[in-house]
DNA sequence: AAAATGCATTCTGTATAGCGGAACAATTTA
DNA sequence: TAAATTGTTCCGCTATACAGAATGCATTTT
């Protein structure tokens, strides 16, 4: 009569995540009896989990014998994030932008000032990129970073102003022309470096974030100003807007 | 035979938990075989766990039949820092913080007898510091650990006073002189460490506090002692205090 | 191509881990 | 002071989660 392979379920462990779940959820610390009314189970029971999650550092025991999640579940699942691998998560959107554009595709992080490019695909012209996994470049004049940037300007507003060291003769080095164009960028949803960074190498770029907005990287697509005609600039733009969206909906179902 | 009141662990929720972390820790995901040889369990009964986990959505099955940790354990986390809306309260001085000093600020709370970092932003000078956000330091011998030490001390003395472990030659490890710097802490307002965890690393701490002087978290910069001219230490532990304080008033308001 | 290893998954009988309910102590409420 | 709620302990029963062997599928070795 039970359905074909219902899924065998260990009621133990998962009686105290939903515990966990539930203090984690919760502002203040909560009682053995209030938690057992809430989540149905049995006082003693409750109270068993409990210790066993105080025993494992999950769960604080206060003074007023109520119970509170410790900082311990946010570090283990900080950890995910930090070893979520981005790249496996991006490879098929950069595979699609490749495609469709045949141009050099990026996938880098922030380090501090400086993006690192954690991954590429290299343009299908027979034109040769600059830049290597794991090279870097300032955050301030390339596709990737400026997106990037975008997002924790009001941070990283002040301490970017004092780099703005010129690569080429378009590099933004006024502060407040930066102030604009990371402005116009949130608003777009796209970054846009028209050859700040290296002569003539146009490039463009779009976040990957977390459910909670937090940025994790960047996707970014480089292009030679010759390969571009008119019309072109939105379209890219559009293509990795998109592309960045998909990796971060991705992002989520891992 | 059984010691006067072992805490009973329930043994299910405890090896699901360390399938988990060892999950959570790992960049790769990981077979059965492999899982339960490293944890020491048996196959099968590693099989079932992940099963619970999977139904639960803490854990992937990917089609090669290994298994890695999803994003859940993640939100699950999220949510306990998130219910200290700490981080936004303090961006806007951690970012001033940056700005006069240059170097590396933190944000932190306390996990115990730990401090726990839940926000930074890197120093703007080429040195790394090394305490990614979710690391942890011992709260006796970090700028902001002994900060928030330094206000809950009567209740913590005797529990840090067993645990006075050298990490630099610096390090405090004598109670009696950590009562006197403790007392020179309180009355100074802010918290010094003079290279006690890490050589040559100073730092500086002063508490967030709520309005029923509760502390909360602490606010740190971090100093190559290479970097710090005389005068510097007073200047920078003025900066920390102010900072700490506007805060403090800040989370009122939330 | 056959044998041997490795894997994930299923099965099953059994021991025991984890359970519910009752009892107790300590507070809080009436 | 009595009644009602707390958190915690105890205990005997049984459903639960267990170990180990068996299965079936892939790879690798011979």
Chains 1, 2 share one sequence.
């Not at 379920?9 to 809430?38: F, N």
């Not at 098929?92 to 595709?105: D, G, P, R, V, Y």
């Not at 970014?220 to 998109?242: C, K, T």
């Amino acid at each position: 009569m039970t359905k074909p392979s219902e899924p065998r379920v260990d009621s133990t462990l998962s009686k105290g995540l939903s515990i966990l779940e539930k203090l984690t959820s919760v502002k203040v610390s909560m009682g053995v009896s209030e938690l057992s009314r809430e989540l149905g189970l049995t006082k003693s029971n409750t109270f068993r989990l409990l210790q066993t999650l105080v025993a494992l550092g999950y769960v604080r025991r206060e003074p007023d014998k109520t119970y509170a999640a410790t900082l311990k579940t946010w570090q283990v699942g900080r950890s995910v994030v930090e070893n979520l691998n981005l790249r496996t998560a991006a490879a098929e959107m950069m595979a699609f932008l490749s495609e469709e554009t045949k141009e050099t595709i990026y996938l880098a992080v922030r380090d501090g000032l400086n993006v690192v490019y954690i991954d590429k695909i290299d343009s299908l012209k027979p034109i040769r990129s600059w830049n290597p996994i794991g090279g870097t470049a300032p955050i301030y004049c390339v596709g990737t970073g400026k997106a990037m940037l975008s997002a924790d300007y009001p941070i990283l507003r002040d301490q970017v102003g004092q780099l703005l060291k010129p690569f080429t003769d378009k590099t933004i080095t006024d502060i407040n022309a930066l102030d604009k164009d990371m402005a116009k960028t949130r608003l777009r949803g796209y970054a846009f470096d028209a050859g700040e960074f290296r002569q003539n190498i146009l490039s463009f770029g779009a976040n990957i974030v977390l459910p909670d907005e937090e940025v994790v990287g960047a996707l970014g697509v480089s292009v030679p100003d010759v390969n571009l005609s008119e019309g072109d600039v939105d379209r890219i733009g559009a293509l990795v807007q998109h592309a960045a969206r998909a990796v971060s909906k991705n992002l989520r179902m891992l």
